[in-house]
């Protein structure tokens, strides 16, 4: 997304949801005691009638955010523990990314994104844009499917041909520009080569006038953790870029503990 004014702040006036505002009491009053508590002191601390508050326990049982003990007291679940532990891992990953991106970015003078996996999409966690009006720019939470990004592509190679495949079946590999991947074995050829070489190339194929050069990210078992890429107006991508992304990469990687 080609960006060239300051965008305007909106104010959020979106409607509140009642079940999730209840949700989010219940949550807060379980978590202000140590002990597992029982539905009256809820029921009290939230001001919701018993069986409203029953309710929406359960439902929260059910989806592994709320645990009830055998005598029927109520304590937080094991879910939002991983998804804690998970953000966690997030916040560390940027951190220790951000000062490398930035450097990679006052080097070259373009945007530099960091992108995890989620599922067949990679999201936007972090970004470092340069300071002038006209640069590309995604947003901090957006998200884009793996076969029209470099950094996705990379991802899909580093997963093998059988993930590359099961892919390809489930989105039938819908096209964003008349640059996208859309054949298996392009994607095959595409994602093999990206990982021999070190780093993916993406050419207008999420949206046109955008190039992007992607790598990968490594943790201490060598596990890949995310993505770190470089967008920029197409015109103006240059391959000489290659080696001070993959040596941002390196640095980046061997402060989560890998090496090669």
């Known amino acids: 997304m080609m960006e060239s004014q300051t965008p305007i702040p909106q104010i959020d006036r979106s409607p509140r949801i009642q079940v999730i505002d209840r949700a989010t009491a219940l949550l807060d009053a379980i ?20 069986s409203t508050a029953h309710r929406i326990l359960a439902s929260l049982i059910g989806n592994r955010f709320v645990e009830r003990d055998p005598v029927g007291r ?6 939002l ?10 916040i ?5 990314a951000l000062p490398a991106m930035e450097a990679l970015r006052d080097k070259l003078g373009e945007s530099v994104n960091l992108t995890i996996r989620e599922g067949d999409v990679v999201v ?8 002038r009006m006209m640069h590309v720019q995604q947003v901090v939470g957006s998200r884009a ?9 990379l991802m899909l190679g580093a997963a093998g041909e059988d993930a590359i495949r099961g892919y390809a079946q489930r989105t039938n590999l819908p096209a964003y520009t008349r640059n996208t991947i859309t054949t298996l074995s392009r994607l095959m050829d595409e994602c093999n080569d990206a990982v021999q070489r070190g780093y993916a190339l993406d050419n207008e194929e999420a949206e046109i006038d955008v190039g992007c050069i992607g790598v990968l990210l490594h943790d201490i078992n060598g596990n890949v953790v995310a993505g770190l890429s470089v967008s920029a107006p197409i ?26």
Do not use: C, F
């Open 145 to 153: 499917p793996l076969h029209v990004t470099a950094v996705g592509k």
């Open 81 to 90: 523990l991983q998804l804690g532990v998970r953000l966690h891992r997030s």
């Open 235 to 260: 015109e103006r991508r240059r391959m000489a870029w290659v080696e001070d992304v993959l040596e941002a990469a390196k640095t980046i990687s061997a402060q989560l503990g890998y090496h090669r």
């Open 92 to 96: 560390d990953l940027r951190s220790i």
């Open 124 to 131: 936007y966690i972090e970004k470092a844009t340069p300071n």
């Open 31 to 50: 978590a202000r005691y140590q002990e597992p508590v029982s539905l009256k002191v809820l029921s009290a601390e939230t001001g919701l009638h018993a």
């Open 74 to 79: 109520y304590r937080l679940g094991m879910r």
